[in-house]
């Protein structure tokens, strides 16, 4: 899986609590995104980051944040969970020039 | 909303068949790439088409791509049971680094 692990795999949390999702590649790509995956909507881009420190916003972006302070790393933040943001969370990277993407294992997320 | 939207939602056919998905996009594309998904697995880049090529093979995959009618189509030739999964496009909008707009899926199932 292009040595990219996701953590955690699996969790469950109640509405209004913090929850934090890590990526950590050992590819030294530039480019890490964060997408969601649900039932009858494919995978949907939430953030991304194009180098340390510098991120943007994908299509479904509220109620996140993500922050890089180093190139391996790319985490995830619900400040506040919510059930809609009940999904399968993919963090996915790519390297400068290269227009293709690998994707980690994913995490399944359960807020209840 | 979703650049590119897969059809058939859902195909099922016998081992040593043909598949074909397709793939409709809205707007003018950098190039357009296929994605594999095993159950509960992360995605895998299958292969990916620039838009200025009509036809690209990798093994048993066939793409077409006509941005007069802004569609793609995949074929996977002689299929396996192992070829069921999740197939996906996704369409990029720019040469290099690009974030990729992925449609729905197709799920396709080879029985034996």
């Known amino acids: 899986d292009a040595g990219i692990t996701q953590s955690p795999r699996h969790k469950v949390t109640e509405t209004g609590t913090p929850v934090t999702l890590r990526c950590h590649q050992t590819e030294n790509h530039r480019y890490m995104y964060w997408y969601r995956q649900d039932p009858g909507h494919g995978l949907r881009l939430i953030h991304y980051s194009y180098g340390v420190k510098d991120t943007d916003k994908g299509e479904v972006s509220d109620g996140y944040s993500v922050s890089r302070s180093k190139t391996e790393d790319f985490l995830l933040t619900l400040e506040s969970a919510t059930s809609s943001q009940t999904s399968v969370y993919f963090c996915?990277?790519?390297?400068?020039?290269?227009?293709?993407?690998?994707f980690g294992p994913g995490t399944r997320l359960l807020v209840l | 909303s979703q650049q590119g939207e897969e059809d058939p939602q859902a195909l099922s056919i016998q081992e040593g068949e043909n598949a074909t998905m397709n793939c409709s996009y809205k707007t003018s594309i950098n190039n357009l790439q296929w994605y594999r998904q095993n159950s509960g697995r992360g995605l895998v880049h299958l292969i990916l088409i620039r838009s200025n090529e009509r036809e690209k093979h990798s093994g048993r995959l066939r793409v077409t791509l006509d941005t007069s009618k802004k569609s793609s189509s995949l074929l996977i030739t002689a299929s396996r049971a192992a070829d069921t999964a999740s197939y996906f496009c996704?369409?990029?909008?720019?040469?290099?680094?690009?974030?990729?707009?992925f449609g729905k899926g197709t799920m396709l199932l080879v029985s034996p």
């Open positions: 996704a369409t990029a909008f720019d040469s290099g680094y690009s974030t990729l707009t």
């Open positions: 996915a990277i790519s390297g400068d020039y290269e227009e293709t993407q690998y």
